[in-house]
């Protein structure tokens, strides 16, 4: 096993602990709960093999829901945003994350806050729509949406600048 299996096992493992354990127990202003486990989706490496991604991607979402009794609401989420990925990064890096020698630290902070903005929101609205499950109460998802996410994006650049190898 080499060193980017183990290290993304390491990943998986801390931040299903750090989402149940930690941030599922925060309740900003009664409602805000950051998802930081999505910065999984966004370390997993570019040129990984896409099925174990996706599957990566649904045993995260699951684990988060079986500790967090949620119904496959984290699962379903991950799994939609896991599948969209490439078609967010052309749109924040270009056709040039297709090339074998792409890496994050060939983009700008701004491409990087973007994809990972974008990451997170998909998932929020994902997540959101489906737990409330009724249109009829768009602006409480919305709110929910925004919130939430502007609350994980700020804590997930936040770990990304103090957990993200060198590299990036």
Known sequence: MNSTVLINILRFILLVLTQVLIFNTLNFLGFIN???YVIFLYWYPIKGDRGVFMLSAFLIGFMIDVFSDTMAL????????????????????????EFQNFSFKNTTKVQRVTFLGLLILLHQIVFFTFEMLSLSHILLILKKVFATGIVTLFVCTLFSSLFSPKSE
């Open 34 to 36: 950051p998802l930081v």
């Open 74 to 97: 984290h699962a379903m989420a991950t799994l939609t945003v896991a599948f969209v990925r490439p078609i967010i990064m052309r749109f924040c890096f270009g056709v040039n994350y």
